[in-house]
């Protein structure tokens, strides 16, 4: 069965951090590029962060560059979100996106994603 599965959100006061990670189980990451994006309430959901699959380049969203980084450890299924100097406006939920490359090309799966809340 296929599943991403996001963990590591929860309370935080603002200048902290928080590392997210997402589980992938069903198939293998190595061939998916990987994506974080966020909702925060009435908002719509936005990109946060993007790796390819084989992790040599990655993206951020404005509002997050110097203070996020994304990684993906292929050994262990499993990409992670570090977030440092969080602040208010990073609350949200976070979701993981997996897109296949090459052989995989099209596939695309969510997770169901972690709340971070960021206190003033």
């Known amino acids: 069965q296929v599943q991403l599965v996001e963990s590591g959100g929860g309370l935080v006061q603002s200048g902290g951090s928080l590392r997210l990670s997402c589980a992938a189980s069903?198939?293998?990451?190595?061939?998916?590029?990987m994506t974080w994006y966020r909702q925060a309430p009435g908002k719509e959901r936005e990109l946060v962060a993007a790796?390819?699959?084989?992790?040599?380049?990655?993206n951020y969203a404005d509002s997050v560059k110097g203070r996020f980084t994304i990684s993906k450890d292929n050994a262990k299924n499993t990409a992670y979100l570090q977030m440092n100097s969080l602040k208010p406006e990073d609350t949200a939920v976070y979701y993981c996106?997996?897109?296949?490359?090459?052989?995989?090309?099209?596939?695309?799966?969510w997770g169901k994603g972690t709340l971070v809340t960021v206190s003033s």
């Open positions: 790796i390819t699959s084989v992790g040599r380049s990655t």
């Open positions: 069903g198939f293998t990451i190595g061939s998916y590029a």
């Open positions: 996106n997996a897109v296949g490359d090459g052989y995989f090309y099209g596939m695309d799966y």
